[in-house]
């Protein structure tokens, strides 16, 4: 019983250690995070959110300064608020076949605070709220994007 209950314990030891390795590798450190923002900060042009709602910002003027990256068929961007706002680091990726952006609303922290989609193919109701599964994968695939870039 002993033994089982040994065995059972270094097993969950292990997964939790090659999960966490995993996640560390998907996602850019906090030192090129602070690179990645300090570029973006200093675009010399700024971008206001015409509709920041969906990510949780609300009355509140959502203004940033970005930076982009293409890859394929995708456009990357990481968009950092100006004034620093709480959470306001918003990862989104612009998928030019489908005119689908997909947005996620974090911090330094990297955890996922809100997301939404826009299929510009709809308009006005192309702009929605977006949770579940999805989103999470998305934000990890986004994330673990930005750690390629130099």
Excluded at 69 to 98: H, Q, W
Excluded at 111 to 135: C, E, F, H, Q
């Amino acid at each position: 019983m002993l033994i089982r209950r040994m065995a059972l314990a270094f097993l969950a030891t292990a997964l939790l250690a090659l999960s966490s390795a995993a996640w560390a590798q998907s996602r850019p450190s906090d030192e090129h995070l602070q690179r990645l923002i300090t570029r973006a900060l200093r675009a010399e042009t700024t971008v206001k959110f015409a509709r920041p709602e969906p990510l949780g910002f609300v009355n509140v003027a959502v203004v940033t300064r970005q930076l982009s990256m293409t890859a394929g068929n995708m456009e990357y961007y990481l968009a950092v608020t100006d004034p620093r706002l709480p959470d306001g680091l918003i990862f989104f990726s612009n998928e030019k076949a489908t005119r689908t952006f997909r947005m996620h609303r974090t911090d330094t922290h990297l955890r996922r605070v809100g997301s939404a989609s826009n299929d510009l193919r709809l308009g006005d109701g192309g702009l929605t709220v977006w949770d579940g599964p999805s989103a999470d994968n998305d934000f990890t695939a986004q994330l673990a994007f930005w750690a390629t870039v130099n």
